[in-house]
């Protein structure tokens, strides 16, 4: 990834987690335009990896959808998500998207342990931040792309 994919890849989770905190939602024009523009260079681009890319994004939604469906998370995040892939290719947002909810288990530990309220709930937007930050001080460092096959 390059330097100025990896500073909009910052800005947009950083806006996507401050929303979040501040409001509880994640919108619609942060995500949308950041996903058209993700498949719009992936499609440029990359052509060859339009079909790995939206087809991840399909499992995404789909494996997501009962989550949002019981309340457990919301369509904001389901889209923040989705529009991660096409900036981070498949193998780093795969491995994201398992950080993202490892580090929201701890969270929610942490603020169960604190507070001992069941109906306290996390922010998504925050672990999934960490994680493509995460992710993206592993790039930096040398490490390549998890592999999918």
Request: proline share 5%; glycine share 10%.
């Amino acid at each position: 990834m390059t330097e100025g994919g990896r500073t909009v890849l910052i800005l947009f989770v950083t806006a996507a987690a401050v929303s979040d905190l501040r409001r509880g939602r994640v919108y619609n024009f942060l995500t949308f335009p950041t996903l058209a523009g993700g498949l719009w260079l992936v499609a440029h681009y990359s052509p060859d990896q339009l079909p790995a890319v939206l087809g991840t994004m399909a499992v995404t939604l789909v494996f997501l959808f009962p989550f949002w469906r019981g309340g457990g998370l919301g369509a904001g995040d389901i889209k923040l998500l989705m529009a991660l892939v096409p900036l981070m290719g498949t193998g780093w947002f795969l491995l994201s998207f398992v950080l993202s909810f490892l580090i929201g288990a701890v969270i929610s530990a942490v603020l169960l342990i604190r507070y001992r309220d069941l109906s306290r709930t996390i922010h998504f937007a925050v672990p999934i931040g960490i994680s493509v930050t995460l992710c993206l001080l592993l790039e930096q460092v040398g490490i390549q792309s998890p592999s999918l096959f």
